[in-house]
């Protein structure tokens, strides 16, 4: 066997289809494309969607559904908001029965922002290097 005797398998190879060449092809005169209209002339290509300047459905329907993903997977809070919650010991399960975060927040992280004047205890929160300071030295702990 040589390369140049291979061959592709029978039925493989279709001869391209010749339209317009005549009623006794079976696609003579209008060539499959049936009569008038935008699709039957050459170059009458429409994108998917596109209603003939009509407003297509896509922009007619309302938004619904979608969420912008923001470059933070979780809310940063401040300092300050922590003076709110009457709670000594605060994890997200606290913050969230306080309506301060979202129900469907699994991090969160506060920054320095504002002051705080209790003793708090963090537990599964992200904190930043200066509340850190701030919480241990009112005898809290961060975990």
Do not use: W
Request: hydrophobic fraction near 30%.
């Amino acid at each position: 066997m040589y390369l140049n005797s291979i061959k592709p398998c029978i039925g493989a190879k279709k001869n391209r289809t010749r339209v317009g060449r005549g009623i006794g092809c079976g696609l003579g005169k209008t060539c499959g494309r049936g009569h008038k209209g935008q699709k039957s002339r050459a170059g009458g290509f429409h994108k998917i969607g596109f209603e003939g300047g009509q407003m297509p459905i896509q922009r007619r329907l309302p938004k619904r559904g979608f969420k912008i993903l923001s470059t933070r997977e979780y809310p940063r809070l401040r300092l300050s908001v922590l003076n709110l919650i009457p709670e000594v010991e605060i994890s997200i399960s606290v913050l969230k029965r306080n309506n301060i975060i979202p129900n469907n927040v699994k991090k969160v992280k506060i920054y320095k922002s504002g002051h705080c004047d209790k003793k708090i205890n963090l537990q599964g929160i992200i904190v930043s290097n200066g509340v850190r300071e701030i919480i241990e030295s009112l005898d809290g702990t961060v975990l």
